[in-house]
């Protein structure tokens, strides 16, 4: 017997959040979302980006520390087709404005 494993990023999460929906996969401060609960989330972001004009293969620019919304945003942006552009938190207004500019994100979503 063969197992097909998931060969996308999206697709760890849609078989994880079907093997194991109501086990933990996000613990941060006060906040606990199950494996069900993270990709639904994830579905309603990826609308939300479709909604906006987002179209595969575009790229998005992430601007957020490590919280539960990095993972949502990522996800997102996986799960319609699009790139993530990770961008550092850390760096300053010109070095964000110098890669932005290089990356070709089409849109930013920040916290």
């Known amino acids: 017997m063969t197992t097909t494993l998931p060969t996308t990023f999206t697709a760890m999460l849609r078989d994880a959040a079907e093997r194991w929906p109501e086990r933990p996969s996000v613990v941060f401060e006060d906040t606990m979302m199950t494996f069900r ?6 579905d309603a972001w990826a609308r939300a980006l479709i909604a906006s004009g987002i179209r595969p293969g575009e790229r998005v620019a992430v601007l957020a520390s490590n919280r539960p919304e990095w993972l949502l945003a990522s996800f997102a942006v996986a799960r319609i087709g699009g790139v993530v552009v990770a961008l550092n938190t850390w760096h300053k207004l ?9 990356s070709g994100a089409v849109s930013l979503l920040a916290t």
């Open 37 to 42: 609960e993270l990709d639904s989330a994830v």
């Open 94 to 102: 010109d070095e964000l404005e110098a890669t932005l500019r290089r």
